[in-house]
Structure formats: C-alpha cells, structure tokens
C-alpha cells in the first residue's frame, strides 16, 4: 500500500464496454473550467438509498439537482418527495431520473458540473470514473472503490483530469482527527506501538444463498448487479444487506473503516509493507462475511516510527438486534469477543458512557489517546493528563463549512483541493480494503502484503481486481 501511485501493473488491462462509451467521450485534455461565482452548480445523486437520499439529495437540491439515478424505481420517488420537503424550490419537473447510470451520463453529461454517488460499493469506481473523464466532479461515500485496484486507479484519474473529488469520509475536515494528528506528532502519548478500532455495526451472515425470487416492481436488477458476478435476485442483498456479501460490499470494515480508521492511517503513516489477519470470527461464509470480526495488520518500523499493530473489531453489542439477519446479538457473539479487552478495562474505570460504539484508542508508551466516530473527542486518557499537556502548534489548516462545502468550493474553484480528494482517500481505502481482503480469506490466513501484492499466497492477488461483467468494465486512463 503505497503513496505512489505510479502505473503498475497492478493497473494494466483495465477496458471499457461498448456500452458504457456510448455517446461522446473525448476528454484528452484536463478539465480546468469553475462554474461562475454565485451560480448554482448543476447537481445529481447517484444512488438513492437511505444516504443518497437523506443526505446527498437535500445538499444537491441546494444547488440545482438536475437528475437522479438509482437502480429502483421507488428510490427515485423517494428522494423526490425528499426535495420538496427540504426545498421549497424544489423544482421536481425539471429533475430527470435514471435507473443507468451509463445512460444517465451518455445523455447528461455536458449538463452537470458535480454527483454526489453513494450506490453500493462495488458500484463507486465505475461512476466516478466516467464522470472524470467527462470532466465532471466528483463525491463518493466511503469507501471509493471496491478493491485495491480501483482505488489506485481513482487516485491516478484525479490526479489526471484535475475535477474536485472527495470521499465522503466527512471527519478528515473536522477538528478532531487533526488535532489527534498533532498530538500524537508532537509527542504527546511518546511512541504509538498499538491502536484499537472498534465498531457495534454487523455487515455480514450465516448460512447459504437464499433462494431465487422474483425480481420486486420497479428493480432493474442488471443495472443493481452491475460489475459484479451475475446472480439471480434473493432476500438479504438489496436495498441494504449487500454489504455482506463478498461481491458487493466490504462487511462491517468496509462499512465504517475509512471513518474510524482514518486518524491511525494520517498520524501513523499507515502505508507500505504490512502484514495482515483475520484473528478471529463469528458467523460468515465462503461468500458472506462475519457477523463479528477481529483483524490485525502489523506494520514495521516507518522513518523514525516504531512498529505497530493495529486491531479492528466489529459486530453488534450485546442484545442488539440485526435489521439484516433478524438474530440477536446474544444468540451469535458473546459479549464481549468483539470488543478490544482495552476498552473494557477503560470502561470499568471511566464509564461506558464515556466510549462511542465506533471510536479508536491508540496506546504509546507514554499515554493514551480516544478518538470517536468521526474522530471527535479527540482526548489523552486520563482527562487530568490531557489538561496538563502542552496544547501542540497547529499545523493542519482548518476547513472551513462542512466537507461538503469543501467539496463544492473545488468545483467552483479549480485551484482549491478538497481535502479528501481521491489522491489523499485512496491510500485510506486502501489500509481498509486489506483488511477485507484478510477477511475474506478466513481466520488465521495471513496476508503477506510488500505494498503492492501478497507473496505469501499468490492466489490472493486475484481479489486485487475484478474484470467486471460486458458493458460494466472500468475505463483505461
């Protein structure tokens, strides 16, 4: 997992389908233009599920939300009626919906300046995608691509075409992890050898495929399956419980990673040569992931860093119900394999209320430090050690309005970079997108990793890409 995105050949052999490069589709030169100060900038959603809708399509109605795009029919009726709540401009006439994105750009795309995607993951590479090169800009929910090489291939588009993109990993413009940053550079808790991430989120199953159904009024189930491996429609895969399944999401680590682990990767320099492993697990298949997951990645000495093991746990607290198998925490994970022992210990001396159900605690050898979900909270334990350490120099500009306003100030102007833009994610998507890639290989299987492949099983290389179904393979850049 490196910085340099050079071309690889990790990068070699991407094509595109004929039908995804129907219509015009000469972009050689970069995309330098900004919309006019004070215009509004012509907007869609790709995407309209639960964070398409309530949260992109209110922040692109702002602007002027021109189309919509959602593999089901009844997502689009929904972010409509959710306009014209939020906006009492809301001009849903005027406003085209797609349930393509192919087509949707084929027809649209010299009438938008900026989409906001938040489809299911393994659906993020292949619309940013046609959207650089058309020019267009870009924000993608976490993470930005499926597998390693479609996250290095976003980084070298950004990179190429010059359009504003942004992860939606919103805590990377928000006070906490930078000040946790320049904390931990400072010296505050000495040298950092351990960090725990812990998640009560469950992205994952037990047992085998469902049974085929039919197909629900409305899906367009192609379009849903996309790149992916073709399969025919079944209960816990859509709307929401794809994300636990190999083919199309990343499980719980997928889901939360590049929030929770996105303080650790910037202090730490979580980048190059690691080792990573699924030390335990509950639940899970050979095409599922675990209800309840432990990972270990272990990195070497980096500059003048010292060693260190980094842990992510996830699965759902005690006596919580999953919306997405309908079983009770108790019935599949004990109570407390899923959360890092550390924690524990810290809760029974300061209180449960004191710890998120997402958040971090790095360890060094002269303190600790807290991190919530977005990295807010950022604290040394205990608080009377906080308080009577020197308040480091600040060092990270502050972003100003939220990270969506810092994605939109890029569109309008060329020379401002988001702070999240692809070539600063890519590498964060990537930290996590090894961990899911230990995970799918199952407990105790140790990945090898020297930065850019696994030397220790080579058949793991295979899951670094994915060719993608006819019609649904990523661009050459």
């Known amino acids: 997992m490196s910085a340099k995105f050079s071309r690889r050949e990790l990068l070699k052999g991407a094509t595109i389908g004929a039908a995804a490069v129907a219509g015009a589709r000469v972009f050689n030169t970069p995309y330098i233009m900004a919309a006019e100060p004070g215009k509004k900038l012509r907007t869609a959603v790709i995407g309209c599920g639960g964070r398409g809708t309530g949260f992109h399509v209110p922040l692109a109605a702002r602007e002027n939300l021109v189309a919509l795009v959602d593999m089901d029919d009844s997502k689009i009726a929904g972010a409509i009626k959710e306009g014209k709540a939020k906006q009492k401009d809301f001009n849903a006439e005027a406003v085209k919906g797609f349930n393509d994105y192919r087509k949707f750009f084929d027809v649209m795309a010299k009438e938008v300046d900026a989409v906001f995607i938040a489809t299911p993951n393994h659906h993020h590479a292949l619309p940013a995608m046609l959207a650089m090169e058309r020019g267009i800009a870009c924000y993608v929910e976490k993470p930005i691509a499926y597998n390693v090489h479609e996250s290095r291939l976003l980084a070298e588009a950004s990179k190429k075409y010059k359009v504003a ?100 990767h910037w202090a730490l320099n979580l980048n190059g040569a690691c080792a990573i492993e699924m030390e335990d697990a509950t639940g899970g298949t050979d095409e599922r992931f675990p209800l309840a997951a432990r990972i270990r990645w272990d990195f070497p000495q980096r500059g003048a860093m010292p060693p260190v093991k980094v842990w992510w746990y996830d699965g759902r607290r005690k006596g919580a119900t999953s919306k997405e198998t309908g079983a009770t925490a108790d019935s599949v994970v004990d109570a407390d394999r899923n959360r890092p022992p550390i924690l524990i210990e810290l809760e029974k001396k300061y209180g449960k209320e004191r710890f998120e159900g997402n958040a971090t605690i790095y360890v060094g050898d002269k303190g600790m430090m807290y991190t919530g979900f977005y990295g807010g909270g950022a604290r040394i334990l205990p608080e009377e050690l906080h308080k009577a350490t020197p308040v480091p120099e600040m060092k990270f500009e502050r972003i100003k ?77």
């Not at 990993?169 to 400072?186: D, F, K, M, P, T």
């Not at 073709?230 to 999401?249: C, I, K, M, N, T």
């Not at 309005?401 to 890029?410: E, I, N, Q, Y």
């Not at 994610?425 to 930290?431: D, F, G, K, R, V």
């Open 165 to 264: 993109t942004q992860m939606g990993n919103q805590g990377h413009s928000q006070e906490g992890y930078r000040r946790l940053v320049e904390y931990i550079q400072a010296g505050a808790i000495g040298n950092v050898t351990q960090v725990y991430h812990w998640s009560d989120c469950e992205n994952g199953g037990v047992g085998p495929r469902p049974a085929a159904a039919p197909v629900p009024a409305g899906l367009n189930w192609d379009s849903f399956i996309g790149p992916a491996p073709y399969r025919e429609f079944h209960a816990q895969l859509h709307p929401h419980s794809w994300h636990g399944w190999h083919d199309f999401g990343g499980g719980a680590l997928g889901n939360r990673g590049c929030h929770i682990m996105d303080g650790a």
């Open 401 to 477: 309005g939220s990270h969506t306003d810092d994605f939109l100030r890029g569109v309008r102007d060329p020379t401002h970079k988001p702070c999240a833009n692809f070539e600063v994610s890519a590498p964060l998507t990537e930290l996590t997108l090894l961990g899911v890639l230990a995970a799918r290989q199952g407990v105790g299987k140790k990945i090898e990793w020297d930065g850019n492949k696994c030397t220790n099983m080579p058949a793991v290389n295979a899951d670094l890409q994915r060719e993608g179904r006819e019609g649904w393979k990523l661009p050459k850049i």
